[in-house]
């Protein structure tokens, strides 16, 4: 059976206390992404608009729709939309609010382009 020198011991201690600070920068790095994140909420901007075929004329960094415009932009109820998230069809939201997910319109373009047989409004 090995037995730890000293040297091997110290070693050990040096690499728990490694991990140790790094597993806590980590923690730290990560709640300031969060905190970051939680700031820029409010900044962004969901912009509803009666004809989803068309993009708003607002400018804006990004926009976000909800099922609603989803849906306009399919020409489907937005139970369809609901439907193809719940079967896991739909990408992730990019954004929630209040328990409401929205999209980037360029994200619902980029997954119909991809969905076999798409049709683009």
């Known amino acids: 059976m090995h037995e730890f020198t000293q040297n091997e011991h110290e070693q050990n201690d040096t690499d728990d206390r490694l991990n140790q600070l790094l597993a806590t920068a980590h923690a730290e790095l990560l709640e300031a992404i969060t905190t970051q994140q939680r700031h820029a909420l409010p900044s962004m901007t969901v912009i509803?608009?009666?004809d989803a075929?068309?993009?708003p004329t607002k400018t804006t960094?990004?926009?976000?729709w909800s099922y609603k415009e989803i849906a306009a932009h399919l020409k489907v109820q937005p139970d369809t939309v609901r439907s193809y998230r719940k079967h896991g069809l739909l990408p992730a939201p990019d954004h929630v609010e209040g328990g409401k997910p929205y999209w980037y319109s360029s994200t619902v373009r980029v997954w119909i382009a991809s969905r076999p047989g798409h049709r683009e409004a």
């Open 53 to 55: 075929s068309q993009e």
């Open 48 to 50: 509803r608009n009666s």
């Open 61 to 64: 960094a990004q926009v976000l």
